[in-house]
């Protein structure tokens, strides 16, 4: 027999048995479609809507491992008690499709991408229906589908219209082996981090979107979102706004100039040295003969380094002088001109003025290679010696703003710089434009054709969808061309009626095109005409609650809310954000053991030999380390095997039981017995085992409850809804409901109307056992369908607490009073204390911190 065989034991007859139960609910739901949304209007009379949003997945081969449902599981909860709070919801799921993972399988496999991504959301969709989410499926949207992505060219050319969209030559990450290009964040130390392929900097001629020209809206409306402070923070870096000035510096000798920004133009007496980007086309222009071979050995070199490695990641700073110089605009004083891969071409100008007297990294490079250093800030009106001193108040050596403040130095040098056209105001934004297109099959095709005389005409809108081809082969040609340049000619050839002659686009939309607007799509899915119709657009936008994963933080949210900016400015959205409240959920983490060379074992091989270490062929000691659920380190816990032995609602509960929802934690496979306890006692309070009749402590007496009971009720309902509310702390709305079971346990008898609310309360964490209990109390209707408990806000109130008296942080004493004792009377109580009177005779009691239903504490001397 398999060793990882799970032995199902012998259920009795009567007891809770998920299997049948999660079965036939979901059977139910899906044949009563009750979670599909209704648009009628006579329907909606008084209904407020909800948008409940799940970051939808993309669907691998490896399906899902039980780490993703953690966030799928708290916007179910949301939404089903939204739901019951009487609003008209819209909770949706579908699938991001496109991209590199399914292309290279097609290469390794030899199959159409179309048939491995049927094949894994056709997994995907079995995994989560097994969950009981509460989804419309009627909405379900996959971004390969042309019925999408014709609506993903059609917003395509809406930028285009806007020329927002543009070609250009830009440096990328080009990886030969797999002939495309990379995003920063896929490539390490010059290597793509998923295969471990070269990865070298290229000019390529590639399609281009202006976000940058969205950096102050995208900026100034963060403060409007209900978002973590973090991540917002986190995209106000990413945009990077900057005021200062543009100068010009002419190249000594020659006609020609080049342009650098500087946040601190009243530190240009300072300059002492220029440095350009290795990619500058003024480098090649400029440089001397005797330094030619020099400077392009160093530019081809640095065609290597990703961004990142020439920015955060250069620990030693390197450089090549060109022989040529400039002339500082201030001072006149000819200064040399460097080439340095740490300046980016991609930011502002691509060159920077060196202020090594007043910058870190400037003097650094100053000090390496022997450059002037001359210092014109102080925080006198005296020079002083101090390294980079970059805190100074007043402009010393500078002339015509010698002695003055610096914040009026800066206005005065601006000034002087337009009135001389030297230079000029600028603010400037750390973001640079989208590069948009892929060198890959499984995207996207652009509604573009290129024309004979090297013009370009977007396809008209009629004409959409532009469909991917038939092809043979899903690598880059042998000349380097895009795998779309196999297609035959009959899709890559184009005549139009006026008899001109054209070839189609060849490069693909990046996956993040089909994510950027997904959402709307929600709002009205089956549209053949639109995209979306404003009437349901302006209905169910913005999203109210969108909860996913951290790593998304500024890409796809930066990207989606830029479309919906640039949708916004069309007429074709109602709101200017598409996420108003935002959640991070933290990582579901693993156990995994490797070994000092980095090896991977599986768990069971592991706990075989012992839980903490273990030797592998007498050698190499096996650690155990908690870190991020991955494939690659074996530790991956599929979610289908754990519903199998527990069954959905367990795994739902526990998903959310671990901890805070934004804390990221261990999965612990002994914490699903304690939840599978939790619901057995639960189906228990209603269930005789023995006889599968309803309990005889229940009693249908609807004026009667035990008045413990019926406290606990009340105090459960206001905590468990506000837990709900609040997102993060469904942990302790799950511990409140066990606190409920307890007394209810002990309780001698269970009104029927209290054990429903209860029921309520809990359908939203493990719907399916709720729907049978419902039905088993005589309910003819859905528990989904019913209404949400309200409390009674006097019956929340403990009656007595215990007050605990601190003397200087210590506790000494307690006072047991009514919860609704006032702060003078608690510390008139507290003075007449008899163990406190002893403890505080003869001191001075200096301070009295009351917090009521808390403490009383005493700072004394």
């Not at 106000?236 to 601190?264: H, L, M, P, Q, Y």
């Not at 005389?453 to 061309?481: A, H, N």
């Not at 409920?740 to 209860?758: D, G, H, S, Y």
């Amino acid at each position: 027999m398999d060793k990882n065989q799970i032995i199902q034991p012998t259920i009795p007859e009567h007891s809770y048995n998920f299997k049948s139960i999660e079965q036939k609910w979901q059977a139910i739901w899906e044949e009563r479609k009750t979670f599909w949304v209704t648009e009628n209007p006579e329907n909606l009379k008084g209904k407020p809507k909800y948008f409940a949003l799940d970051m939808f997945p993309y669907p691998s081969g490896a399906g899902l491992h039980v780490g993703h449902p953690k966030s799928y599981t708290a916007t179910d909860v949301i939404a089903r008690m939204r739901r019951m709070q009487g609003y008209n919801v819209l909770h949706c799921m579908g699938w991001d499709a496109f991209g590199l993972p399914a292309e290279r399988a097609a290469v390794r496999e030899n199959i159409h991408p179309a048939v491995i991504t049927k094949r894994n959301i056709d997994n995907f969709k079995h995994q989560v229906k097994r969950l009981g989410f509460a989804y419309d499926w009627g909405r379900e949207i996959n971004t390969t589908s042309p019925d999408y992505y014709k609506w993903t060219q059609w917003i395509f050319l809406k930028l285009y219209e806007k020329n927002l969209a543009y070609v250009a030559d830009v440096p990328v990450n080009w990886c030969p082996a797999l002939g495309t290009v990379l995003a920063n964040e896929e490539v390490k130390d010059g290597k793509y981090i998923e295969t471990g392929d070269a990865v070298e900097r290229q000019l390529m001629r590639q399609w281009m979107l202006k976000i940058s020209v969205y950096a102050e809206k995208l900026l100034r409306d963060l403060d409007e979102l209900d978002w973590p402070e973090s991540l917002k923070e986190m995209q106000r870096n990413w945009i990077g706004k900057s005021s200062g000035a543009e100068v010009d510096f002419a190249v000594e000798n020659t006609d020609i100039s080049f342009t650098v920004f500087t946040t601190r133009p009243e530190t240009l007496f300072g300059v002492t040295y220029c440095v350009l980007a290795p990619e500058n086309p003024v480098v090649e222009k400029i440089v001397v003969y005797e330094r030619k071979a020099l400077v392009q050995a160093y530019v081809e070199s640095a065609k290597n380094k990703t961004e990142l490695a020439q920015t955060e990641l250069a620990i030693v700073l390197t450089g090549v002088f060109t022989g040529a110089y400039a002339v500082n605009p201030c001072n006149n004083q000819v200064i040399p001109i460097w080439v340095a891969d740490y300046v980016l071409m991609s930011y502002a100008t691509g060159a920077i003025m060196g202020v090594p007297g007043h910058d870190e990294r400037d003097r650094e490079f100053a000090t390496k290679y022997n450059l002037p250093i001359v210092e014109v800030v102080s925080g006198s009106k005296e020079p002083i010696e101090e390294a980079a001193y970059t805190r100074g108040i007043f402009c010393i050596n500078s002339d015509f703003i010698n002695g003055m403040e610096i914040n009026a130095a800066k206005e005065k040098m601006i000034e002087w710089l337009e009135q001389t056209g030297k230079g000029r105001l600028k603010v400037q934004y750390n973001l640079r434009d989208w590069l948009f297109s892929r060198q890959r099959y499984w995207g996207e095709p652009f509604p573009i054709v290129h024309l004979e005389d090297g013009t370009i005409m977007p396809v008209p809108c009629d004409q959409l969808p532009v469909k991917l081809p038939q092809i043979d082969e899903y690598k880059p040609t042998s000349d380097g061309k895009p795998p779309l340049a196999r297609a035959e000619d009959e899709w890559l050839m184009v005549t139009l009626p006026s008899g001109r002659c054209g070839i189609r686009e060849t490069n693909t939309m990046p996956q993040w095109a089909g994510s950027c607007w997904y959402y709307l799509r929600y709002t009205d899915p089956k549209n053949n005409e639109r995209p979306w119709s404003l009437e349901a657009e302006s209905y169910w936008m913005p999203v109210d609650l969108y909860i996913g994963g951290a790593e998304h933080a500024v890409l796809h949210l930066l990207y989606a809310r830029f479309w919906h900016k640039v949708l916004y400015d069309c007429g074709l959205v109602s709101t200017k954000e598409p996420f108003q409240r935002l959640f991070n959920q933290g990582m579901v983490l693993a156990y995994s053991y490797r070994d000092d060379s980095g090896k991977y074992y599986y768990p069971t091989e592991v706990e075989e030999q012992g839980e903490e270490w273990f030797v592998k062929n007498g050698e190499r000691p096996v650690q155990t380390q908690i870190e991020k659920m991955s494939k690659s380190r074996l530790n991956v816990v599929n979610p289908d095997e754990i519903v199998d032995e527990y069954g959905a609602d367990v795994m739902r509960v526990y998903g959310l039981f671990m901890g805070s929802l934004s804390a990221s934690g261990p999965w612990q496979k002994s914490g699903l017995d304690g939840i599978s306890r939790f619901l057995k006692r639960v189906w228990r309070l209603i269930v005789d085992e023995a006889t599968g009749k309803n309990s005889r402590k229940l009693v249908d007496a609807p004026g009667y409850t035990e008045a413990d009971l019926q406290k606990k009720l009340h105090k459960t309902i206001k905590g468990v809804t506000e837990d709900i509310e609040s997102i993060d702390k469904m942990n302790t709305a799950i511990s409140k409901m066990m606190e409920f079971v307890n007394v209810a346990t002990n309780a001698k008898t269970l009104p029927i109307n209290t054990i429903k609310n209860f029921l309520k309360l809990l359908a939203p964490f493990a719907p399916h056992i709720s729907e049978e209990l419902w039905m088993r109390l005589g309910e003819s209707s859905l528990i989904a369908d019913a209404s949400w408990p309200g409390y009674n806000e006097s019956l929340c109130v403990d009656e007595v607490v215990n007050i605990a008296i601190q003397i200087n942080g210590k506790v000494r004493s307690l006072l047991r009073v009514n919860a609704e004792t006032k702060k003078e009377e608690l510390e008139i109580l507290t003075l007449n204390d008899e163990k406190i009177k002893k403890l505080i005779n003869g001191k001075t009691i200096t301070k009295v911190i009351v917090v009521p239903g808390k403490i009383v504490n005493l700072v004394v001397q």
